[in-house]
Structure formats: C-alpha cells, structure tokens
C-alpha cells in the first residue's frame, strides 16, 4: 500500500517538475523580432516581458518602441541580432539580407519564420497559431483567433448591406515622391476588408502621375500618418499633383491611418477594419 503511494506520489512529483520545467523554458525565451506584425502577435498573446529585441517597424504597443532596434527588417544585420543574445528569432520569411535566417540558425538560435504575404486573414490566424505553439500559449492563440473572427464576422455583415463598393486609393507620400498601394500589400487587403475596392490593380507599390490620379478618380483616398507629416499636414494635401480634381479631395474623403497597422496584417486587424469600414460608409 505504502508502496504504491509513494510510486504514485514520485509519479505526480516527476510530471509536475518536468512540466514546471517546460514552462520555465518557455518563460525564459529571450526573443528578438523582425517584423510589426509578428511583435504585436507577441505582445497580444502575453508573452511581450520575453521580447529582448524589435525591429524598427515595430512601434506597437508602445512597450515595443522601447526596446532595442535591430533595424529595418529588409536591411538586418547578424551582429545586431546577436548582441542581444536571443534563444528566438521570430521573423518573416522575405527579411532582408537574403543569408539573414540561415546566419542566425548557424549561431545556433531558434529561428521561427513566417510568411508576409498574400495579405489574408487566413495567413494572420496561421502565423498566430505559429507563434502560440513556439511560446506555448495555445489557449491565448485561439482567443485571439476567436475574437478577431468575431469582429470581422459584424464587419461583413454590415459590408453585405452595400452592394456598390467604394472606390478607393493608398497614397503613400515620400520625399516629394507619391506612390499608389496596388496588389499584394497590406493597404490593398485592408482595403477589400473594410468593403472597398481598390483601384490600383498593378502590384506592390507605384509611382502614379497627376493625369494617372486624375483619370482614376478615387471616391476615397487613405493616406499613412507619416505620408501627411511629410506633406506639413493635411492642409498641404493640395500639393500632390493631380488630388484636387479627385472626387475624393472635392467631397473631403481623405482618411488618415497609423502607419502601425501598415506592417503586414496584424492582431488588430479588426480595428483598422472597422475605422475604414466607418470611413466607407459612414451612418
């Protein structure tokens, strides 16, 4: 009897160990990330005190901006990302340079890549469950998962009640040159999120023309934050060339967003769905 309550007990004690033990692993990760998205993944899920490190297009939340910087995540550097002695590097697949992944996992840190693009819902709840399942937070992954649905799912429904999609351009100004958001880029995807329609059909970014933005005629013009700082504010608006024969410009549909939400679809991609969808079409 006292026999089997002892192997019982060495039993109990053994697995509570070993699983302390595992849970101590995981609570002593010291991460470094490369990439917006991914950092706000972290933080979301309850694992931000493990983040060591940032890239310098993680500016959310604000305990992210306070971090180290490791540079932008299309011009990383291997001494950068060791001095802070990562045991993970989270980071998206097309970081740059090209040998960056392979340079980290031969210094023999744990490397978790994931995909950018294609910009989809779909891709954000696979990189979610990535990320729970490297920091074992699998409960928080799949409420985060849950809720983000949700709130989309209220969004569509609404969305479903205008059959005629706004007509919609990105701008993106910088050093006096302006560029349009076209396929394959978080602005055209949370464009069709939020219900409308982006006009741009070409891929990536491009350079557009007066005559180009005129011919166009968006009904509506998003712009970045830092595109209007650059420009002096949004009184400066009728300095891009062509904007002041837009619908967009002569009916004051010009939307302004935090440039955070740009990098890659996010946790929060129910949020900056729901200021567009508000913007689109307002009660």
Same mark, same amino acid.
């Given at each position: ?24 692993? *995981? ?15 972290? *933080?979301? /899920? ?41 045991? /993970?590097?989270? =980071? /998206?697949? $097309? ?14 840190? $744990? ?74 880029? =978080?602005?055209?995807?949370?464009? =069709? ?5 982006? /006009? ?43 904007? =002041? ?39």
């Amino acid at each position: 009897m006292k026999k089997n309550f002892f192997a019982k007990l060495g039993l109990f004690l053994f697995i509570f160990g070993f699983n302390s033990f595992i849970n101590l692993s *995981f609570a002593n990760e010291r991460i470094v990330i490369a990439g917006g998205s991914l950092t706000e993944i972290v *933080f979301a /899920l309850g694992a931000g005190d493990q983040v060591v490190g940032v890239d310098k297009t993680s500016n959310y939340p604000s305990k992210a901006k306070q971090l180290p910087q490791i540079g932008y995540w299309k011009l990383l550097n291997i001494e950068g990302i060791l001095s802070l002695k990562p045991s /993970l590097f989270i =980071t /998206l697949s $097309d970081a740059e340079p090209d040998n960056i992944i392979s340079q980290v996992t031969q210094a023999k840190v $744990d490397v978790l890549s994931l995909q950018r693009v294609p910009g989809t819902t779909e891709l954000l709840y696979a990189n979610i469950e990535k990320i729970a399942d490297k920091l074992n937070k699998q409960p928080q992954g799949q409420q985060l998962i849950n809720k983000i649905k949700t709130n989309l799912t209220k969004i569509q429904e609404k969305i479903s009640n205008h059959p005629n999609k706004l007509k919609v351009l990105f701008l993106m100004s910088m050093g006096g040159t302006n560029s349009v958001a076209g396929k394959n880029t =978080t602005a055209d995807a949370l464009i =069709t999120i939020a219900g409308g329609e982006n /006009l741009a059909k070409h891929t990536s970014y491009k350079t557009y023309t007066a005559e180009s933005l005129i011919v166009m005629n968006p009904e509506i013009i998003v712009l970045n934050k830092h595109s209007i700082e650059q420009l002096g504010g949004m009184e400066k608006l009728n300095t891009i060339a062509g904007i =002041t024969e837009t619908s967009a410009y002569k009916n004051h549909r010009i939307i302004a967003i935090d440039d955070s939400y740009l990098f890659g679809i996010g946790p929060r991609v129910d949020e900056v769905a729901q200021i567009l969808y508000q913007h689109f079409y307002p009660q």
